[in-house]
């Protein structure tokens, strides 16, 4: 299974965008999809995670509470969406799978970059 993530851009601080995270050659079930980005020089970051048959969702304390998970079972897609964008929120953002949370995270796609303007 491959993933891409897309949906990135340029915003304002302030505004909102919503990732998505594709899966092809096969589907997300039974995995759990994640989110994560990497900011320049600094290390790759946990975001937000949802259990694909379970739809239970985690988020970093970095984004909770104005951002939201949800996936659509039929196109084997996932969505992140991110309000209230920050500065801090700008860089490239990944997803993976993996088995259940506390799984080796795999099939890293390219990402897309999140670029934040104040």
């Known amino acids: 299974v491959q993933l891409q993530a897309s949906g990135g851009g340029l915003v304002q601080a302030g505004g909102s965008l919503m990732l998505s995270c594709a899966a092809s050659g096969g589907t997300f079930n039974p995995y759990t999809v994640g989110w994560f980005r990497q900011a320049t020089g600094k290390d790759r970051e946990f975001v937000a995670r949802?259990?694909?048959?379970?739809?239970?969702?985690a988020y970093s304390p970095s984004v909770a509470g104005r951002s939201a998970l949800s996936r659509d079972i039929a196109r084997n897609t996932v969505w992140l969406q991110i309000n209230n964008l920050k500065p801090e929120d700008t860089a490239i953002y990944y997803c993976a799978k993996a088995l259940g949370a506390s799984g080796r995270w795999e099939s890293w796609g390219q990402g897309t970059q999140v670029t934040v303007s104040s």
């Open positions: 949802v259990g694909w048959n379970s739809g239970t969702t």
